[in-house]
């Protein structure tokens, strides 16, 4: 309705003012149909032949539509918002962003994975838990904390054993297939996890095939530990770990001469383990230690001096296995050492040596 129509209905237009309507002068129109106030014409209550039942449903129909669109907003708007904390992990809850929780549970499945490998192609050289063997020891934390950083495993598993010492006939073959060896890429990196793994956290033996966990005779999973301590410092007085194990290639050293008379103790290494715990040598003279290494070819052992600080004394180079040498040392104060094979820090290769007044 509009103001004219409103106002045609109070009064006849002849009685308005012309000139004020502007732009255009509009015959007087008829006048309009009289029409209640407060009802529409007659067409606009066109039903289109419906009952006005049904009419009245349409209407209700359409409410119902725009609060069903109105719903359904909502709803995507809520997903948009939920979507986003799972992306992002909520703040308060201190939960963990989506990418972070699958890099992590790769980080595991990796992990896992290395484990196996290790067991398969490294364990019968390295030992079941990197204990040495044939070949160095992987598991002691000296080692692990700077020695064995991912670059130079990755470098070693590529190059073989020769980038170790530079030896050319190490038995430790090369194992990444871009350089002709067994493992791919995924496998290389996977083993470079497992050796990388934090001793704080445990992770779950799996069947390599089936990739199911393993489960124990106590009806459990089986699970291993990483190795690395991640608060491992090393003593601040400590030499850092030599870039070749065996200092030198694997050449053993030849007998050395010592003079007539001083303190030679016997030491028979087998099974990797020294036969005695206690050692005895006077004090204020040169002494030598006889190592009989009994272990098979590619074992190799030697006796390493250490003060009661843990600062190296004397570190030989290690022999081989099947063969025997007489270590000479400076002469030593009075005091308690420990002697302990550098190829295998483990309890079974370590002792006391006395120093006697
Ligand atoms: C046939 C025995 C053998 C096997 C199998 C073997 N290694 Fe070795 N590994 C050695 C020997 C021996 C050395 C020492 C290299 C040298 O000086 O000749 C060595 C050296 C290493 C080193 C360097 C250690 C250091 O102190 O710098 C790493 C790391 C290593 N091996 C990892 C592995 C991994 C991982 C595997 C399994 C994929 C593996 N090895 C399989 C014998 C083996
Ligand atoms: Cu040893």
Not at 41 to 57: D, E, I, M
Not at 76 to 104: C, H, K, M, W
Not at 171 to 187: H, I, S
């Amino acid at each position: 309705m509009t103001d004219d129509d409103a106002q045609g209905a109070s009064g006849p237009p002849a009685e308005r003012d012309p000139e004020q309507r502007l732009p255009a002068r509009r015959p007087p129109a008829a006048p309009p149909a009289p029409a209640d106030r407060f009802t529409a014409p007659p067409s606009t209550h066109q039903t289109g032949g419906l009952t006005s039942g049904r009419a009245a449903q349409i209407v209700r129909q359409s409410g119902n539509a725009r609060w069903i669109s109105f719903l359904g907003v909502t709803i995507v708007a809520l997903f948009v918002i939920a979507y986003y904390f799972y992306e992002t992990g909520v703040p308060i809850l201190n939960s963990q962003p989506r990418l972070d929780a699958q890099a992590t549970a790769q980080q595991v499945t990796a992990v896992e994975q290395g484990y196996n490998l290790f067991q398969a192609n490294c364990a019968r050289c390295h030992g079941v838990n990197g204990e040495g063997g044939i070949g160095p020891v992987l598991n002691d934390q000296m080692k692990l904390f700077d020695h064995l950083n991912p670059t130079y495993l990755k470098n070693v598993l590529t190059v073989g054993g020769r980038y170790v010492c530079g030896n050319p006939n190490s038995v430790m073959p090369v194992w990444a297939d871009t350089n002709g060896g067994p493992l791919n890429y995924v496998q290389i990196q996977q083993l470079i996890a497992f050796l990388r793994a934090p001793s704080t956290e445990s992770f779950v033996v799996r069947n390599p095939s089936l990739n199911e966990p393993v489960i124990g005779p106590d009806g459990k999973e089986v699970t291993f530990k990483g190795w690395v301590d991640p608060s491992f410092k090393p003593d601040p007085s400590a030499t850092p770990f030599p870039a070749c194990w065996s200092g030198g290639g694997g050449a053993s050293q030849p007998p050395a001469s010592i003079e007539p008379g001083s303190t030679i103790v016997d030491l028979v290494a087998l099974n990797f383990a020294f036969d005695k715990k206690e050692l005895s040598v006077p004090a204020g003279k040169p002494f030598g230690i006889s190592l009989d290494n009994q272990d098979p070819a590619g074992t190799p052992h030697n006796v390493e001096i250490k003060d009661a600080s843990g600062n190296v004394i004397s570190d030989p180079t290690p022999i081989d296995g099947g063969t025997k040498t007489t270590y000479t040392y400076d002469a030593l104060p009075a005091g308690t050492y420990t002697f302990i094979c550098r190829v295998h820090p483990i309890p079974s290769m370590t002792g006391t040596l006395t120093v006697t007044p």
